[in-house]
């Protein structure tokens, strides 16, 4: 029984209500049920959680919502109804769901994710929090229209991870063992240019880019879009792993999007911006770029 004593060392070390909760709910979906449950993250919205999943680490701190509660915040601000959003690398919904409530029966939000069994779960969820303003594209943004790529896979607890490149990973629970791809997938690519010529969008209001380390790539197909200034708001991930593993460095998406006239700003706590960087020696943080004049 001793999966039974270290629940119970588990949920005496988590004093929080929040936080027992979240304790609780991982006992019963890995030990007694042992069968997927239905959680809801911060914003109320419901997602599907395997078994296999560290349910607790993924509700707050992981994609359900805590880790990234500061950008949650941000497009509470931000987004308003009738809007266009672009969630580019969307997971399994957690930000879509979000951009899908804020801009309302009149916007629209595009939700980009190559990855097919996550693909399977995004639509799931969608369809489980009854969201009718979103288009889901099962492709990769990329500065090549219409080629090919090859997308790293890892195991689903950390579908997250997917990546075009190859980065060191480590397991979370035991910090000194590498972890690895399961498989590969041949993905089709776009260039969000091509896809909003080919749709008439002529503005893109918020541009969220998650793409473990591609960041730079998705930016590349966008040429048009930032010489014009028409994405109002991007959202960017630095992931020092994942941008290794591209073979890249970070300041280059800095400098790529300074060429274009943009600025990039870190977040306060509070969801504000703070003053402008051009670069950044963080090993993980999001960043929102706006055009100079704004």
């Given at each position: 029984m001793?999966?039974l ?6 949920f005496?070390k988590?004093r929080?209500r ?12 890995r030990?007694v ?6 959680v809801?993250?911060r914003?109320g919205?419901q997602?599907?959680v395997?078994?296999e999943?560290?349910?607790?680490s993924?509700?707050y701190?992981g994609?359900l919502?805590r880790?990234?509660a ?8 931000v ?8 969630d580019v ?10 951009f899908?409530?804020l ?9 980009f994710e190559p ?13 489980l ?5 979103v ?24 579908s997250?991870w ?8 480590f ?12 498989g590969?997938e041949?993905v089709s690519t776009v ?12 503005q893109?209001?918020y541009?969220k ?6 960041e ?5 197909g966008?040429?048009d879009?930032?010489k014009q ?13 994942m ?10 998406v800095?400098k790529?999007?300074r060429?274009?006239g943009?600025?990039c700003?870190?977040?306060a ?12 020696t963080?090993f993980f ?7 100079a004049?704004?």
């Open positions: 001793r999966w004593v270290d629940s119970q060392r588990s005496l988590h929080e929040k936080h027992l909760a979240a304790a609780f709910k991982t006992f019963l979906a030990k049920l042992r069968t997927p449950i239905v809801r993250d914003n919205f997602y599907i395997h078994p999943e560290p349910l607790f993924l509700f701190h994609y919502g880790s990234e500061v950008e949650q915040d941000f497009c509470k601000k987004l308003k109804p009738g809007m266009t959003v672009l690398g969307a997971n399994i919904g957690q930000f879509t769901l979000l899908a409530s801009v309302g029966p009149s916007g629209r939000v595009f939700s990855c097919g069994s996550t693909m399977r779960r995004l639509k799931t969820h969608i369809a929090n009854d969201v009718k303003n288009t889901t594209e099962q492709t990769a943004a990329h500065h090549h229209h219409g080629s090919d790529v090859t997308l790293n896979v890892f195991p689903s607890e950390y997250a997917n990546t075009l490149g190859h980065p060191k990973m397991h979370r629970d035991r910090p000194h063992e590498t972890l690895q791809p399961v590969q041949s260039a969000i240019d091509r896809f909003c010529q080919d749709r008439s969008i002529q893109i209001d541009l880019v998650d793409v473990e380390g591609a730079l790539e998705v930016l590349m966008c040429t879009l930032l200034r028409a994405i109002k708001i991007i959202q960017f991930e630095i992931s020092r792993p941008i290794q593993g591209m073979g890249r460095d970070s300041d280059e800095f790529h999007l060429s274009y943009y600025t700003h870190p977040m706590e509070d969801g504000h911006l703070l003053p402008p960087v051009t670069a950044t963080t943080a999001n960043f929102i770029a706006t055009p004049t704004l």
